[in-house]
């Protein structure tokens, strides 16, 4: 049984990976700052018949990943995955952001990822394990009012191709780039903006959280093991019809 660490894993595409590696038999680390959401995933889980627990998890504070490594450590649950999902973003162009807000959003979306491998590195490097970072189709594609979170997220396509090769060959890295998808960041848009994400992706839909996640555990396993560096669309065609 593999253990698989899952950031922001409270809702959305992070909570969409636990149930889907849970259920395919992985012990699941359901991380996330909002501690009461990462609890009510786990304990579905568990109701489910898998093995998850709920753990906090503020990804853009050192001693929160050095607590987590503790507590992993002394239960022998050692992360043979991680998925890195957490991401904060607030809206505004650059000058009107203050440095706490871009500090934050890049310190949560990306430099996430280097504490994750900084924790981390020894039990994936022993466990010939592999990391998967969700970036998004805002690191290739441009939208107003998005600076922070445009450069983390194309950060991170970069610092992915890094990592696959500073840890190969024992760790496998690669990065998903999801377009439009249904979660709860929509939940305060209208029709119009709804209907507007649907008519940009070329299937003419948003996409699931489900959808998402199925490509994130298919580059986790066997399946992806000659597949490392590697950054995946999954956007409906998006980029293709926007022309990126």
């Not at 992070?14 to 501690?35: E, H, K, L, N, P």
């Not at 024992?170 to 008519?199: F, K, M, Y």
């Amino acid at each position: 049984m593999r253990t698989v660490l899952i950031t922001g894993a409270g809702h959305g595409i992070g909570a969409a990976c636990a149930r889907m590696f849970a259920a395919a038999g992985d012990d699941v680390v359901v991380s996330d700052i909002d501690t009461a959401a990462a609890v009510a995933i786990a304990e579905e889980i568990r109701a489910a018949g898998g093995s998850a627990t709920g753990n906090f998890l503020d990804v853009s504070d050192p001693a929160a990943w050095q607590a987590l490594s503790r507590e992993l450590r002394c239960a022998a649950r050692l992360p043979t995955v991680i998925v890195n999902n957490a991401f904060f973003d607030v809206a505004g162009v650059a000058h009107e952001q203050s440095e706490d807000n871009w500090s934050k959003q890049l310190s949560v979306t990306l430099s996430s990822v280097y504490r994750a491998m900084h924790t981390f590195h020894d039990t994936l490097t022993a466990a010939h394990g592999n990391m998967v970072n969700v970036s998004s189709v805002h690191g290739v594609l441009a939208w107003t009012e998005q600076p922070a979170y445009a450069a983390a997220k194309g950060g991170l396509i970069s610092l992915t191709r890094q990592l696959s090769v500073d840890y190969a060959p024992h760790v496998r890295v690669n990065v998903v780039l999801p377009g439009s998808i249904q979660t709860r960041q929509w939940d305060h848009q209208g029709a119009a903006e709804l209907e507007l994400a649907a008519r940009q992706a070329t299937l003419q839909r948003l996409g699931t959280p489900e959808e998402v996640a199925s490509v994130i555990q298919f580059l986790a396993g066997d399946g992806a093991s000659y597949i490392t560096g590697a950054s995946l669309l999954v956007d409906g065609g998006m980029t293709t019809t926007l022309g990126a």
